[in-house]
């Protein structure tokens, strides 16, 4: 079977990337696409007109931020692309949810994550926007999710501020009473530390295993009409 070139590229990007352990375990790689295929990613997002407000999903609590906007990959929504917007997402989908980009991922973080059969997760691949006052304070995912993937999508280095915190809790102790909860940005800066920054750079993206532990967040963003792009990746167990 032909892999395609991209699966190839993508694949030694996690292979060549460095394990990284605090404040979790967690992989962030730049330059992670090729040039050309991240050029066309940026090309091809769809209209905001094709998104909706997160909050109106049924899939987040009702007090989510209704500034960020969802377009989920699927059959469905793809009948709304334009011919060439549908042929470069389906490269999109093929090499994300190759078998062995999933193989070079689960290699990579090895011991650190327990062993799954891929046909027992659910991947799910969606497109977001987040915009002027959204904000989110820190959490661990449900523990339905097994993996989340957060690639970056800015066109240059001008709001590499907005990325992803990472923190853990400024009482370790309180750690088993800290899970399994949304904290707003106020219970956030009260519980938390800040330990690191993944910055929104172009062609970016942060991987890691959701654990008791994978505290993260994103500070309110504030920057006018600017919309930060993103492109989800989750593994979800079924």
Do not use: W
Not at 42 to 52: H, M, N, T, V
Not at 65 to 87: A, G, V
Not at 219 to 236: C, D, F, M, P, Q
């Amino acid at each position: 079977m032909n892999i395609p070139q991209e699966t190839y590229n993508i694949c030694s990007s996690i292979e060549n990337s460095k394990l990284h352990d605090k404040p979790f375990y967690h992989l962030y790689i730049n330059n992670f696409f090729s040039d050309e295929f991240y050029i066309n990613l940026l090309k091809y997002l769809p209209s905001r007109d094709q998104y909706i407000q997160i909050n109106k999903t049924n899939t987040v609590s009702k007090n989510y931020s209704d500034e960020r906007y969802i377009l989920n990959i699927t059959p469905d929504t793809f009948q709304f692309f334009y011919t060439e917007q549908k042929s470069f997402f389906g490269q999109v989908v093929t090499s994300l949810m190759s078998l062995e980009f999933f193989n070079m991922i689960t290699k990579k973080f090895n011991n650190k994550i327990k062993k799954v059969n891929p046909q027992d997760l659910d991947l799910r691949i969606s497109l977001v926007k987040d915009l002027t006052k959204y904000n989110l304070g820190a959490h661990t995912d449900t523990n339905k999710k097994f993996m989340t993937f957060l690639f970056y999508l800015p066109k240059d280095e001008t709001h590499k501020h907005i990325g992803t915190s990472m923190y853990k809790p400024k009482d370790n102790a309180q750690i088993d009473f800290l899970q399994d909860k949304h904290y707003s940005a106020k219970e956030t800066k009260e519980l938390f530390e800040e330990v690191k920054l993944a910055e929104f750079l172009p062609n970016s993206v942060l991987i890691f295993p959701r654990t008791d532990s994978s505290f993260h967040g994103v500070s309110s963003i504030n920057t006018g009409s600017y919309e930060r792009n993103l492109l989800l990746l989750n593994y979800y167990y079924k």
